[in-house]
């Protein structure tokens, strides 16, 4: 078959390149403590897009880090019993919470969902921004050239864990049956949910973005997605003289450092011909977790859809 990346029995042990940053624990519990501390202000405004007899919709609001006002679509089901499970959902780089309807399956099932739009990107949160830098285009190396606190990533992951905490303090939710998934960056989010808030019980990432950054550009693969770290260099350090420096920085928001934290059942899936997030990156991340998890692989898949892995999602989270 055709290689792209490393062969299977070598993805199956890679443990990745990307730098470490020597404070990344620290850097984490720091932010986690921050977040913790804020009030949320959450606000919830019915919403009747959607005719569904068997859900209630919502448009759901709340203060993250840095002041910023973050928005996710909420639907509930209208007969569930007390304490049942939830699944929060996050989408693709760039772009937002998707349709109302979407949703509907889980809702049908007994299930809470809450889809977020990721703050700057195609939905309805705020980017407060203020930060040092460039800020033409590209989320990852959004603040890189200022404090490691002003990432955009830290924040999103740190908004992905506060809602997180908002659906699980949902009275008529069972906080020990709350799930997570999506697909690319909404992969990337799914494992940053459930390392920063541990009590995600089971978590369905799907060919994960934003992970071993360094592995990404010695493939020379620093193009779609990642083109900004391309253009970062050209930009700011054509000779390299600072790359050891701006590696080891964006290991602050790379998820294959967080995914030791995760105590979450995990079910993932990797294409071995995704060119978008090459597989050494996500095995770079699987490879750390370790809890209870499960890698579903399609040889001949690149970053598209995965036929009946929706199905395999649903019924692992049915599980919970």
């Known amino acids: 078959m055709p290689i792209l990346d490393f062969p299977l029995r070598k993805l199956k042990t890679y443990k990745g390149m990307n730098p470490k940053p020597k404070d990344f624990d620290a850097y984490w519990d720091r932010a986690l403590m921050e977040m913790r501390s804020l009030n949320p202000k959450v606000e919830l405004k019915p919403n009747h897009t959607l005719q569904a007899s068997y859900a209630e919709c919502f448009d759901m609001f709340w203060t993250g880090v840095g002041g910023s006002r973050i928005h996710a679509k909420l639907l509930k089901p209208k007969k569930a019993p007390k304490a049942h499970p939830a699944l929060c959902v996050f989408h693709g780089y760039s772009g937002s919470a998707g349709d109302w309807s979407d949703k509907l399956p889980y809702v049908a099932a007994g299930f809470t969902v809450a889809a977020m739009d990721c703050r700057g990107q195609g939905g309805s949160s705020e980017d407060m921004g203020g930060v040092k830098g460039n800020t033409l285009n590209g989320h990852i190396i959004r603040g890189l050239d200022d404090k490691p606190e002003k990432m955009l990533y830290r924040q999103i992951f740190l908004d992905t864990a506060q809602m997180a905490r908002i659906v699980m303090d949902m009275p008529d939710v069972d906080a020990k049956r709350v799930g997570a998934t999506g697909a690319s960056q909404g992969g990337g989010l799914t494992l940053a949910c459930a390392a920063l808030e541990p009590r995600i019980a089971r978590a369905a990432p799907i060919y994960p973005f934003l992970s071993d950054y360094q592995r990404v550009w010695e493939m020379d693969q620093a193009k779609h997605a990642y083109e900004e770290l ?4 050209r ?37 071995l011909m995704d060119d978008i997030c090459p597989p050494s990156t996500q095995f770079a991340a699987y490879n750390k977790i370790r809890s209870k998890k499960e890698m579903v692989i399609f040889p001949d898949y690149a970053h598209e859809h995965l036929p009946e892995f929706g199905d395999k999602v649903f019924n692992f989270m049915m599980g919970m």
């Open 230 to 233: 391309q253009q970062y260099f």
């Open 235 to 271: 930009r700011f350090d054509p000779t390299h003289a600072r790359e050891k420096e701006v590696f080891t920085k964006l290991g602050y928001i790379d998820n294959q450092h967080l995914a030791p934290r995760i105590k979450a059942q995990i079910l993932m899936a990797v294409g």
